[in-house]
């Protein structure tokens, strides 16, 4: 070979032709030419997109004139954390039914202030009776609609401890979110002990100011606290009570005194009291202590086939059957997208199908009315959020729909991942809210089962695989796979407002260095994409391209690279992309080659392997052999590789081994080094490889010819090309070296190498060079190989060089 060694300059011209392998012949249309020269001077183009130590694809500063850093530095790859590629596919699962302009849902999402099933409504009072004591007023429930309660109520989980509770305190606080059937529950486990007389009292009641006297006997009282009433919300509107333009918050907390007061006053008078409270702060000061029982909705099933037989009567069982059938279809449960309907959504579903039963609405008439069931969900809990009442903060009350949004985002990631987000998102809603006030956290107060039912999510597990372990991860989950997208829609398209903070947070997280954080943070902007591109452009993708931070430029990236999936959105993600890649900003062309990893920004991998050639030519230089933003392209290139489209990538690095360019040249080089040495987890993309997943830990090539023993010649035609380049051959020698300590022991990945090293030789002096490394290997003194994994090695090349 006529190149000269590490640091000198390189001979024009090709590489020479390897017996009987693969000739490098440069692609037709040939550009401009590239001078030859030294290959200092540049700046050093560090890891590709790896994170930590900065997260840089390249350092600022110059870098020294060897070739070699830029091969050391390439050897941490351009992966993320161990979890990301789990995280990439579940967070992209999230958002698969998000749009670009939602229908309107219909209807009134804000707080359900009474609990209705069929034509029962608790929330109506039909009776005034107005006891000798002062200020108690009292609706008793018509006993028909206590009869039809008992024929269509299914109870919850825990009824039968709540009925025990009641029975024995007389007092039961029921918490829960709206809509989860309290009012029916209370109403129901009132009529099973009191048997006379079910009343509701007004919302306006005060209980500490109850007497004996103001309660009747032998009755059950039920009074709903919504979150804003407890603390001291305001007050509907009647006679003579506004005063100075507000409405007196005359409603304080009752403490538990208050209802140890009033056990004792119910237990006299022989009646009992269900007290239904919204999820909240007040709530979980109920659950500590003696008389508050969280609510737990019922099964759905259980539910949605009595409102069935009530609405199709019992003489018909033939449409009823049909109508669960209906109900059970595929489509039908996609168009849901909640795995468990509340109280008030099995009575909408029920009537649905029923009239779908009846022919009066088509198969799509129902699922576009399916469809809007998780909206509706979203849009009442963001309805008035973050309403700072009596001794409520408003911190505090930002604090539930920051929880949403964080589970939102990450769905079915570690549960601290989501918590530590959710406040970190209180924070910024916070501090918008009310610059001045700096938000603390709660320590111990929060109940963890209360905050999930509340939000419809729950606690689960899975294991994270790390080296030849695993740890078992607590994860944490939405009930439905439309909700997702039905909150993240919900915040950013009817709460303009809430945009700066969400932004803010998104750019924060997506520059954390774990693939758990940052890639369902970059998933989210993509989604975000798809509702309103121009604005999460400017404040989103953007800053987060042009930023110091590699992590955040890498969230870029992947965030461009999935919002290109939707067709829409792929033409503009490819001129956005090819104006990155051309600009003077050396942070917007690092972004640009890393979108091109993942192969959708150019709709195909050739197009892609087209703009990452072009990417080069555009950022070298006559005296830049290794331009920086040469470590990402080859990143990129390698990232490919390990796509679906491995052997168009392989032969392309074999057209540019040959290219007449020294760029070229040098990006082939650093692409076969990649493929030598970058473990293949490091180089996830946006789709499952199936073939690869029991070669993660192996190097790419390694795990290439493994699953597909067809590319185990083109591989050892690159990697031959490199092992015969003088001024990189000791580096490319380290690579191969470091593959065969990793087979040290290990029969699975020795058998592929024993199989690949004979494709390396094919001359005396070949085999010598793989040779020196057994023997390097074979004497160091710190960590040597074993001698029976030395005999496999040199055996593997002994009968070619006698050959």
């Given at each position: 070979?006529?190149e000269?060694?590490?640091?000198?300059?390189?001979a024009a011209g090709?590489?020479?032709?390897?017996?009987?392998g693969?000739?490098?012949?440069?692609?037709?249309?040939?550009g401009?030419?590239?001078?030859?020269?030294?290959?200092?001077?540049a700046?050093?183009?560090?890891?590709a997109?790896?994170e930590?130590?900065?997260g840089?694809?390249?350092g600022a500063?110059?870098a020294?004139?060897a070739e070699?850093?830029?091969?050391?530095?390439?050897?941490?790859?351009?992966?993320?954390?161990?979890?990301?590629?789990y995280a990439?596919?579940?967070?992209r699962a999230?958002y698969?039914s998000?749009?670009?302009?939602?229908?309107?849902?219909?209807g009134?999402?804000?707080?359900?202030?009474s609990?209705r099933?069929?034509s029962?409504?608790?929330?109506?009072v039909?009776q005034?009776?107005?006891?000798?004591?002062?200020?108690?007023?009292?609706?008793?429930?018509?006993?028909?609609e206590?009869?039809?309660?008992?024929?269509?109520?299914?109870?919850?989980?825990?009824?039968?401890?709540?009925?025990?509770?009641l029975?024995?305190?007389?007092?039961?606080?029921?918490?829960?979110?709206?809509?989860?059937?309290?009012?029916?529950?209370?109403?129901s486990?009132?009529?099973?002990?009191a048997?006379v007389?079910?009343a509701?009292?007004?919302?306006r009641?005060?209980?500490?100011?109850?007497?004996e006297?103001?309660l009747e006997?032998?009755?059950?009282?039920?009074l709903?606290?919504a979150e804003?009433e407890?603390?001291?919300?305001?007050?509907?509107?009647?006679?003579?009570?506004?005063?100075?333009?507000?409405?007196?918050?005359?409603r304080?907390?009752?403490?538990e005194?208050?209802?140890?007061?009033?056990h004792?006053l119910?237990k006299?008078?022989?009646?009992f009291?269900?007290?239904?409270?919204?999820?909240g702060?007040?709530a979980?000061?109920l659950?500590?202590g003696r008389?508050?029982?969280?609510?737990?909705?019922?099964?759905?099933?259980?539910?949605?086939?009595r409102?069935?037989?009530?609405l199709?009567?019992?003489?018909?069982a033939?449409?009823?059957?049909?109508?669960?059938a209906?109900s059970?279809r595929?489509?039908?449960?996609?168009?849901?997208?909640?795995?468990q309907?509340?109280?008030?959504?099995?009575?909408?579903l029920?009537?649905?199908?029923?009239r779908?039963?009846a022919?009066?609405?088509?198969?799509?008439e129902?699922?576009q009315e399916?469809?809007q069931?998780?909206?509706?969900?979203?849009?009442s809990?963001f309805?008035?959020a973050g309403?700072?009442?009596?001794?409520?903060?408003?911190?505090?009350?930002?604090?539930p729909?920051?929880?949403?949004?964080a589970?939102?985002?990450y769905?079915?990631?570690p549960?601290?991942?989501a918590?530590?987000?959710a406040?970190?998102?209180?924070?910024?809603?916070?501090?918008t809210?009310?610059?001045?006030?700096?938000?603390?956290?709660?320590?111990?107060t929060d109940n963890l089962?209360?905050?999930l039912?509340?939000?419809?999510?729950e606690?689960?597990h899975?294991?994270?695989?790390?080296?030849?372990g695993s740890l078992?991860?607590?994860t944490?989950?939405?009930q439905g796979?439309?909700?997702?997208?039905a909150?993240?829609?919900q915040?950013?398209?009817?709460?303009?407002?809430?945009?700066?903070?969400?932004?803010?947070w998104?750019?924060?997280?997506?520059?954390?260095?774990?693939?758990?954080v940052?890639?369902?943070?970059?998933?989210?902007?993509?989604?975000?994409?798809?509702?309103?591109y121009p604005y999460?452009?400017?404040?989103?993708?953007?800053p987060?391209?042009?930023?110091?931070?590699g992590?955040?430029?890498?969230a870029a990236?992947?965030?461009?690279?999935e919002?290109?999936?939707?067709?829409?959105?792929?033409?503009?993600m490819?001129?956005l992309?090819e104006e990155?890649?051309?600009?003077e900003?050396?942070w917007l062309?690092?972004?640009?080659?890393?979108?091109?990893?993942?192969?959708?920004?150019?709709?195909s991998?050739?197009?892609?392997?087209?703009?990452?050639?072009?990417l080069t030519?555009?950022?070298?230089?006559?005296?830049e052999?290794?331009?920086?933003e040469?470590?990402q392209v080859s990143?990129s290139?390698?990232r490919?590789a390990a796509?679906?489209?491995?052997?168009a990538v392989l032969?392309?690095?074999?057209?540019?081994?040959?290219?007449h360019?020294?760029?070229?040249?040098?990006?082939?080089?650093?692409?076969?080094?990649?493929?030598?040495?970058?473990?293949?987890?490091t180089?996830w993309?946006?789709?499952?490889?199936p073939?690869?997943?029991?070669?993660?830990?192996w190097p790419?090539?390694?795990?290439?010819m493994?699953?597909?023993?067809?590319l185990?010649?083109?591989?050892?035609?690159?990697?031959?090309?490199?092992?015969?380049?003088a001024?990189?051959?000791?580096v490319?020698?380290?690579g191969?070296g470091?593959?065969?300590?990793?087979?040290?022991?290990?029969s699975?990945?020795m058998?592929?190498l024993?199989?690949?090293?004979?494709?390396?030789?094919?001359?005396?002096?070949?085999?010598?060079?793989?040779?020196?490394?057994?023997?390097?290997?074979?004497?160091?003194?710190d960590?040597?190989?074993?001698a029976?994994?030395?005999a496999?090695?040199?055996a593997a090349?002994?009968?070619q060089?006698v050959g």
């Amino acid at each position: 070979m006529s190149e000269k060694g590490p640091g000198g300059a390189p001979a024009a011209g090709p590489p020479p032709a390897r017996p009987g392998g693969l000739q490098g012949a440069a692609p037709a249309g040939p550009g401009p030419g590239q001078a030859g020269g030294p290959a200092g001077a540049a700046p050093d183009g560090g890891g590709a997109g790896a994170e930590g130590e900065g997260g840089g694809a390249h350092g600022a500063g110059p870098a020294g004139s060897a070739e070699g850093s830029r091969f050391a530095a390439a050897r941490s790859g351009p992966g993320a954390a161990e979890d990301a590629a789990y995280a990439v596919r579940q967070s992209r699962a999230n958002y698969a039914s998000v749009q670009g302009d939602y229908a309107s849902v219909q209807g009134d999402y804000a707080r359900v202030d009474s609990e209705r099933v069929g034509s029962v409504h608790f929330g109506d009072v039909h009776q005034y009776s107005r006891p000798a004591g002062p200020g108690l007023v009292s609706g008793t429930l018509p006993r028909a609609e206590l009869r039809q309660l008992r024929r269509i109520f299914a109870p919850p989980p825990q009824y039968r401890e709540l009925l025990d509770h009641l029975r024995e305190l007389r007092v039961l606080a029921l918490c829960g979110d709206p809509g989860t059937g309290r009012g029916c529950a209370a109403a129901s486990l009132l009529d099973e002990v009191a048997r006379v007389t079910v009343a509701r009292l007004d919302a306006r009641t005060e209980i500490e100011t109850i007497t004996e006297e103001s309660l009747e006997r032998e009755r059950g009282y039920f009074l709903e606290l919504a979150e804003s009433e407890a603390v001291g919300g305001l007050r509907p509107e009647g006679p003579g009570e506004k005063e100075g333009g507000r409405w007196p918050a005359a409603r304080t907390r009752p403490a538990e005194l208050h209802l140890d007061r009033l056990h004792a006053l119910l237990k006299e008078r022989g009646s009992f009291l269900v007290l239904v409270v919204d999820a909240g702060d007040f709530a979980e000061e109920l659950l500590r202590g003696r008389y508050g029982r969280l609510y737990l909705p019922p099964p759905t099933q259980s539910l949605l086939e009595r409102h069935l037989t009530e609405l199709l009567g019992h003489d018909g069982a033939e449409q009823q059957a049909r109508a669960v059938a209906t109900s059970a279809r595929a489509d039908v449960r996609e168009a849901l997208g909640l795995e468990q309907l509340r109280p008030h959504e099995a009575v909408t579903l029920a009537h649905l199908l029923s009239r779908h039963t009846a022919e009066e609405l088509s198969d799509e008439e129902l699922l576009q009315e399916c469809r809007q069931f998780s909206h509706r969900q979203a849009a009442s809990w963001f309805s008035g959020a973050g309403q700072a009442v009596g001794r409520r903060s408003a911190s505090a009350a930002l604090r539930p729909p920051a929880f949403r949004v964080a589970l939102a985002v990450y769905n079915g990631e570690p549960y601290n991942v989501a918590a530590e987000a959710a406040e970190t998102l209180a924070w910024e809603l916070s501090t918008t809210q009310d610059p001045e006030k700096v938000p603390g956290r709660p320590l111990f107060t929060d109940n963890l089962q209360a905050r999930l039912t509340a939000s419809r999510a729950e606690l689960g597990h899975r294991e994270l695989v790390l080296g030849n372990g695993s740890l078992r991860l607590r994860t944490v989950r939405l009930q439905g796979s439309a909700l997702s997208g039905a909150v993240l829609s919900q915040v950013w398209q009817q709460h303009h407002n809430a945009r700066g903070p969400l932004c803010r947070w998104l750019r924060g997280q997506c520059d954390d260095p774990r693939g758990t954080v940052w890639v369902p943070a970059a998933t989210a902007v993509a989604a975000l994409c798809r509702m309103d591109y121009p604005y999460v452009l400017t404040h989103l993708l953007t800053p987060l391209a042009r930023s110091e931070s590699g992590m955040q430029r890498q969230a870029a990236a992947t965030a461009v690279a999935e919002a290109a999936r939707t067709p829409v959105l792929q033409p503009v993600m490819q001129s956005l992309v090819e104006e990155w890649g051309e600009s003077e900003d050396a942070w917007l062309r690092d972004t640009a080659a890393q979108a091109h990893g993942f192969g959708t920004v150019e709709g195909s991998v050739p197009g892609s392997l087209n703009a990452l050639g072009r990417l080069t030519t555009a950022a070298g230089r006559p005296t830049e052999s290794w331009p920086a933003e040469l470590a990402q392209v080859s990143g990129s290139v390698a990232r490919l590789a390990a796509g679906t489209g491995t052997p168009a990538v392989l032969r392309r690095i074999g057209q540019w081994t040959g290219d007449h360019r020294l760029i070229r040249r040098n990006l082939a080089l650093l692409s076969i080094y990649r493929l030598l040495t970058n473990p293949t987890w490091t180089l996830w993309g946006l789709e499952e490889q199936p073939h690869l997943a029991p070669y993660r830990y192996w190097p790419l090539a390694g795990a290439l010819m493994g699953s597909r023993p067809e590319l185990m010649r083109p591989l050892a035609d690159l990697v031959w090309q490199g092992l015969d380049t003088a001024r990189v051959r000791q580096v490319m020698a380290d690579g191969l070296g470091a593959w065969m300590r990793q087979s040290d022991g290990d029969s699975g990945r020795m058998d592929v190498l024993c199989a690949f090293l004979p494709l390396l030789v094919s001359g005396e002096e070949d085999g010598r060079r793989i040779e020196h490394v057994v023997r390097g290997l074979e004497r160091d003194p710190d960590e040597p190989v074993s001698a029976e994994t030395v005999a496999r090695l040199k055996a593997a090349v002994a009968p070619q060089r006698v050959g």
